[in-house]
């Protein structure tokens, strides 16, 4: 039998990549190195990640990292507005 499902609600902290906001990235992930400003490795528990600039780097609720070029980012993620 066949059944529809849905993507569950999911929270999760992302930083972008810019080039030239490498120290943002090394106080969320002291193991991130700089290669120019086009490039960032970051070496994490679940693996490595390449972040080019303008990717994003996303830590879900578990503490699980992934690595998004922007137009996949936008696609799978929207901005959270809270409520102070």
Known sequence: MKYNYQKRAYKAEALQ????????IAELFPTAEEYGNEYVIIRHQYGI???QRGSWI??????EVKAYK???FKI???ELVCNP
């Open 70 to 72: 922007d137009a996949m």
């Open 58 to 63: 996303v830590t879900g609720e578990n503490g």
């Open 17 to 24: 990549w810019s080039g030239s906001n490498f120290d943002e």
């Open 76 to 78: 799978k993620y929207e």
């Open 49 to 51: 990640s390449t972040l």
